[in-house]
C-alpha cells in the first residue's frame, strides 16, 4: 500500500509564502509522475501542479508564476513551493502519486489559509 505523508501548510497571509512537502513510501522505480491537487469548500478538486520522471511539469493557469513543483534528489518527495499567496489560494491541498501498477494514491490533506 502506497502512503503519502504531507506537511507544510498552515495560516498564512495575502502575499506571504508556504512550502508543502510530500514523502512517499513506495520505490522510485515504480514512480510515474506525483503532484498536488487542492480541494475548497463546495468546489471539485483541481490539479495544482505536477511533475512527471522526465521533469516534466504543468500547472494550473491560476497558479503560474507563483508556485513551483520539485522533485527531491530521493525521488520519492515533492515539493510545492507556494509564493505571492491570494485567498482563493485557501484549500486543502492533496499529495497525489501517479504509480506504475498500483494507479492513483492520495494523501490525507494539509490546510492551507490565506487571510486578508
Known amino acids: 500500500q502506497v502512503q503519502l505523508v504531507e506537511s507544510g501548510g498552515g495560516l498564512v497571509q495575502t502575499g506571504g509564502s508556504l512550502r508543502l512537502s510530500c514523502v512517499a513510501s513506495?520505490?522510485?522505480?515504480?514512480?510515474?509522475?506525483m503532484g498536488w491537487y487542492r480541494q475548497a469548500p463546495g468546489k471539485q478538486r483541481e490539479l495544482v501542479a505536477r511533475?512527471?520522471?522526465?521533469?516534466?511539469?504543468n500547472y494550473a493557469d491560476s497558479v503560474k508564476g507563483r508556485f513551483t513543483i520539485s522533485r527531491g534528489n530521493a525521488k520519492n518527495t515533492v515539493y510545492l513551493q507556494m509564493n505571492s499567496l491570494k485567498s482563493e489560494d485557501t484549500a486543502v491541498y492533496y499529495c497525489?502519486?501517479?504509480?506504475?501498477?498500483?494507479?492513483?494514491?492520495w494523501g490525507q490533506g494539509t490546510q492551507v489559509t490565506v487571510s486578508s
Open positions: 513506495v520505490s522510485t522505480n515504480y514512480i510515474n509522475a
Open positions: 511533475i512527471d520522471n522526465s521533469g516534466t511539469t
Open positions: 497525489n502519486l501517479d504509480h506504475s501498477w498500483r494507479g492513483d494514491s
